[in-house]
């Protein structure tokens, strides 16, 4: 198969929520020597994206969107193992922390954030749900992320945001990450308000969001 | 030019003039045209409630003699302690006489703070004292409310199975959907129990609250506990929505041979309809992003839509993040009233 067909391939693996077939072929690319970075860009996010505006426009729902965002996940991974750490640095984008606060369980649009993040080369470190603001501090201590994303779907715990930030600040950690917050209640005056440096309503704003403060 | 005082999906107020209100108007009914492929509010709709909501006075209302049926869900709890800040230090039972007594509610609820189905199960003798002595004091139709709530049948919430999302990430797609079956199972179970308990005790009616938050297995668990208890008891149903769109968490699941996933607040309202509920709370959530008469607007082009499809009552939720009221706890009262009599007067539904 051409580079091309095999790009094309992965894509509609990935519209056709068939993770075996996308590990597949990506594995067929890897042993035709194609550059894995070119695998994610021709092949898989343009999957992604249609399977995104088809959930927009009804056809697909939200199982279908987790299946192709994991299919997508695996397919990054298997990758990423084979992407030199030259490369790797080169097309590093940043490092991330990402979870949900402390309180909240909702992971699917945290999982497609994070998955999306990782897909345009940035090193995710998903802490999961219900995170206290002690980890996010923890965490940020540990690896000197670039960026901290936080999510909320509660109006309960949205002000959970707000005590990770001031945990940050308290630590002496603010000033050394940028942060930034999503989830369906949240919006860029709550975002503003809380002191976070960014908000992003959806997936792919928050991937337009974390490039432009990490370029 | 001249600015009205509307109010963003917080509750800020926000200053427009006619043509940004109309504006925001004719753009809240369009995204419910595109989306949900139903008619769009007519120009004359559009004036019609660009008028009530440009009206003068704080607070305004139906014409005499067009009142309709005001009934409340979420407990007492919006009275007993939901809102610190407007709480007050009274019972449960104490709480449905102001609403019957001084508020002048048509119909009250009784419920549980932690108001689910399934905590409600253990202590269902306790609630059933309760209603007794509820439905002893009041003259007017008391419902008992909770949550279907699949959320907390799952492990991540503390419930007995595992959690779908998990099997999703692993993208195993059987065992996410075996597994949704099984926790609504339970949770059917878990209705017709509590359910059966509260029918001896001469309680009025159930009022199922925000059905399918957890997705279309929580839809397809509460529409056959309405079918068994339908059966088996002679309590009135009430069903209200978690949201305008049932999430397809599961996505393959059918109801009287149509898919769940997806489902707007008109087929929705067949559904439960169908499965034998007798008012139909439909639920349109306030996007904060959007002013008030943006989503005043969708609200009301779904619900006009609900009316033309469902013959059972329809009782529009709008409150605190939903018919176009602002998500914020206590709401003000410009916004609540001018939506209230808008929703009225244009949809000609039974009841909010
Ligand atoms: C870091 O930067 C960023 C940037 C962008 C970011 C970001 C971070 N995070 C998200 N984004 C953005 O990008 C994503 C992709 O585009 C988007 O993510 P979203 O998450 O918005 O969108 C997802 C792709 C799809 N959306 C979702 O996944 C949420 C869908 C709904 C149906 C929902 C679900 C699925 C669930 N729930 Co919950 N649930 C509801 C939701 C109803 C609704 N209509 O939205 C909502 C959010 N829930 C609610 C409630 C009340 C609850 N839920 C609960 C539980 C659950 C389930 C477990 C059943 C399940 C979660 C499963 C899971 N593992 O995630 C409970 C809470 C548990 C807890 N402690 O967290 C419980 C409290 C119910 C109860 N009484 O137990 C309501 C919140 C009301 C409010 N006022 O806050 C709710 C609106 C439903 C309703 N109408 O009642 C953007 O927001």
């Given at each position: 198969?051409?580079?091309?067909?095999?790009?094309?391939?992965?894509?509609?693996?990935?519209?056709?929520?068939?993770?075996?077939?996308?590990?597949?072929?990506?594995?067929?690319?890897?042993?035709?020597?194609?550059?894995?970075?070119?695998?994610?860009?021709?092949?898989?996010?343009?999957?992604?994206?249609?399977?995104?505006?088809?959930?927009?426009?009804?056809?697909?729902?939200?199982?279908?969107?987790?299946?192709?965002?994991?299919?997508?996940?695996?397919?990054?991974?298997?990758?990423?193992?084979?992407?030199?750490?030259?490369?790797?640095?080169?097309?590093?984008?940043?490092?991330?922390?990402?979870?949900?606060?402390?309180?909240?369980?909702?992971?699917?649009?945290?999982?497609?954030?994070?998955?999306?993040?990782?897909?345009?080369?940035?090193?995710?470190?998903?802490?999961?749900?219900?995170?206290?603001?002690?980890?996010?501090?923890?965490?940020?201590?540990?690896?000197?992320?670039?960026?901290?994303?936080?999510?909320?779907?509660?109006?309960?715990?949205?002000?959970?945001?707000?005590?990770?930030?001031?945990?940050?600040?308290?630590?002496?950690?603010?000033?050394?990450?940028?942060?930034?917050?999503?989830?369906?209640?949240?919006?860029?005056?709550?975002?503003?308000?809380?002191?976070?440096?960014?908000?992003?309503?959806?997936?792919?704003?928050?991937?337009?969001?974390?490039?432009?403060?990490?370029? | 030019?001249?600015?009205?005082?509307?109010?963003?999906?917080?509750?800020?107020?926000?200053?427009?003039?006619?043509?940004?209100?109309?504006?925001?108007?004719?753009?809240?009914?369009?995204?419910?045209?595109?989306?949900?492929?139903?008619?769009?509010?007519?120009?004359?709709?559009?004036?019609?409630?660009?008028?009530?909501?440009?009206?003068?006075?704080?607070?305004?209302?139906?014409?005499?003699?067009?009142?309709?049926?005001?009934?409340?869900?979420?407990?007492?709890?919006?009275?007993?302690?939901?809102?610190?800040?407007?709480?007050?230090?009274?019972?449960?039972?104490?709480?449905?006489?102001?609403?019957?007594?001084?508020?002048?509610?048509?119909?009250?609820?009784?419920?549980?703070?932690?108001?689910?189905?399934?905590?409600?199960?253990?202590?269902?003798?306790?609630?059933?004292?309760?209603?007794?002595?509820?439905?002893?004091?009041?003259?007017?139709?008391?419902?008992?409310?909770?949550?279907?709530?699949?959320?907390?049948?799952?492990?991540?919430?503390?419930?007995?199975?595992?959690?779908?999302?998990?099997?999703?990430?692993?993208?195993?797609?059987?065992?996410?959907?075996?597994?949704?079956?099984?926790?609504?199972?339970?949770?059917?179970?878990?209705?017709?129990?509590?359910?059966?308990?509260?029918?001896?005790?001469?309680?009025?009616?159930?009022?199922?609250?925000?059905?399918?938050?957890?997705?279309?297995?929580?839809?397809y668990g509460t529409l056959k506990a309405i079918e068994t208890i339908k059966k088996e008891t002679d309590l009135a149903l009430e069903v209200g929505m978690a949201g305008e769109k049932v999430f397809g968490l599961h996505a393959d699941l059918k109801y009287e041979g149509e898919r769940l996933a997806g489902m707007w607040p008109h087929q929705q309202g067949l559904?439960?309809?169908?499965?034998?509920?007798?008012?139909?709370?439909?639920?349109?959530?306030?996007?904060?992003?959007?002013?008030?008469?943006?989503?005043?607007?969708?609200?009301?082009?779904?619900?006009?839509?609900?009316?033309?499809?469902?013959?059972?009552?329809?009782?529009?939720?709008?409150?605190?993040?939903?018919?176009?009221?602002?998500?914020?706890?206590?709401?003000?009262?410009?916004?609540?009233?001018?939506?209230?009599?808008?929703?009225?007067?244009?949809?000609?539904?039974?009841?909010?």
């Amino acid at each position: 198969m051409s580079s091309e067909q095999l790009f094309e391939g992965i894509k509609n693996a990935i519209v056709d929520l068939d993770r075996e077939e996308c590990l597949k072929l990506a594995q067929e690319a890897l042993d035709a020597g194609i550059n894995p970075l070119e695998v994610i860009e021709n092949g898989l996010k343009k999957g992604i994206q249609i399977v995104g505006t088809k959930y927009d426009d009804g056809e697909l729902f939200i199982v279908d969107l987790m299946m192709a965002a994991s299919a997508m996940k695996a397919a990054v991974e298997l990758l990423e193992l084979h992407i030199s750490a030259e490369l790797k640095q080169q097309a590093r984008a940043g490092k991330i922390i990402i979870g949900t606060v402390e309180g909240d369980v909702h992971d699917i649009g945290k999982t497609i954030v994070s998955t999306l993040l990782a897909a345009n080369g940035f090193e995710v470190i998903d802490l999961g749900t219900e995170v206290p603001s002690s980890r996010f501090v923890e965490k940020v201590k540990e690896l000197k992320p670039d960026i901290v994303g936080m999510s909320a779907l509660l109006t309960t715990t949205m002000p959970q945001m707000q005590e990770v930030i001031e945990a940050l600040e308290k630590e002496d950690l603010r000033d050394s990450v940028k942060v930034m917050v999503g989830g369906a209640p949240v919006t860029q005056e709550f975002a503003e308000k809380i002191g976070a440096d960014g908000y992003a309503k959806d997936a792919e704003k928050a991937v337009k969001w974390a490039k432009a403060l990490t370029s | 030019m001249t600015e009205f005082t509307m109010r963003t999906g917080t509750g800020k107020p926000l200053y427009m003039t006619k043509e940004q209100i109309r504006s925001d108007l004719e753009d809240g009914t369009n995204w419910a045209t595109t989306k949900a492929k139903i008619p769009e509010l007519s120009g004359n709709e559009i004036d019609h409630i660009l008028g009530i909501l440009t009206r003068p006075g704080r607070q305004i209302g139906v014409e005499q003699g067009k009142g309709i049926v005001l009934t409340t869900d979420g407990g007492t709890s919006r009275y007993t302690g939901i809102c610190r800040y407007s709480a007050m230090p009274v019972s449960r039972e104490q709480a449905v006489i102001i609403g019957e007594r001084f508020i002048g509610f048509d119909t009250f609820e009784i419920g549980h703070a932690d108001y689910s189905f399934r905590p409600v199960k253990t202590i269902a003798m306790d609630e059933a004292t309760v209603i007794e002595n509820t439905e002893l004091n009041s003259v007017i139709p008391v419902f008992y409310g909770a949550m279907p709530n699949l959320g907390i049948y799952f492990q991540s919430q503390g419930g007995k199975w595992p959690s779908p999302t998990d099997f999703m990430n692993e993208g195993k797609i059987d065992e996410a959907r075996a597994v949704q079956e099984s926790a609504a199972e339970d949770m059917t179970n878990d209705i017709v129990y509590v359910a059966k308990i509260f029918a001896k005790t001469g309680l009025d009616g159930l009022d199922i609250d925000t059905t399918a938050a957890a997705g279309d297995a929580d839809f397809y668990g509460t529409l056959k506990a309405i079918e068994t208890i339908k059966k088996e008891t002679d309590l009135a149903l009430e069903v209200g929505m978690a949201g305008e769109k049932v999430f397809g968490l599961h996505a393959d699941l059918k109801y009287e041979g149509e898919r769940l996933a997806g489902m707007w607040p008109h087929q929705q309202g067949l559904m439960v309809e169908k499965a034998g509920g007798d008012i139909f709370g439909a639920v349109i959530n306030t996007d904060t992003g959007k002013s008030c008469p943006w989503n005043l607007a969708r609200s009301i082009t779904f619900v006009k839509e609900v009316m033309k499809t469902v013959t059972i009552p329809v009782h529009p939720n709008m409150g605190m993040g939903v018919g176009g009221i602002p998500m914020c706890e206590v709401i003000p009262m410009d916004v609540v009233t001018r939506s209230g009599v808008a929703m009225v007067e244009l949809t000609n539904c039974d009841g909010v």
